[in-house]
């Protein structure tokens, strides 16, 4: 019923960017919190970003403050993770979480995750 299905990864040199994007179908976007998480191998999954179903309000992680930009477009039904700056420790498996609220059951919808490598 619910579909999440990333893009946009790939590799990338150190100090370089990418934007990752997520659409969500099945479920009204607009109803959706997005969440945003990594995992390295033989690491645990971490969050990484989170935006609101109404879009005003967002947090990172610290280890990516001020580096990632978390944001979305509803009429595409698409969140967005704009990566600038990268390090090698930003190399991982990036996930996108689709949350719906009680209205909806709580569901809760992962992407299949998307590889980020940045590397020389």
């Known amino acids: 019923q619910v579909l999440v299905v990333e893009s946009g990864g790939g590799l990338v040199q150190p100090g370089g960017s990418l934007r990752l994007s997520c659409v969500a179908s099945?479920?009204?976007?607009?109803?959706?919190?997005m969440i945003w998480y990594r995992q390295a191998p033989g690491k645990e999954r971490e969050l990484v970003s989170i935006?609101?179903?109404?879009?005003?309000?967002?947090n990172y992680a610290d280890s990516v403050k001020g580096r990632f930009t978390i944001f979305r477009n509803d009429v595409k039904n698409t969140v967005y993770l704009q990566m600038n700056r990268l390090k090698p420790e930003d190399t991982a498996v990036y996930y996108c979480?689709?949350?719906?609220?009680?209205?909806?059951?709580?569901?809760?919808?992962w992407g299949q995750g998307i590889q980020v490598t940045v590397s020389s």
């Open positions: 979480k689709a949350n719906y609220g009680l209205r909806y059951g709580n569901t809760v919808t």
């Open positions: 099945g479920l009204p976007f607009s109803n959706a919190d």
């Open positions: 935006i609101t179903s109404a879009g005003g309000s967002t």
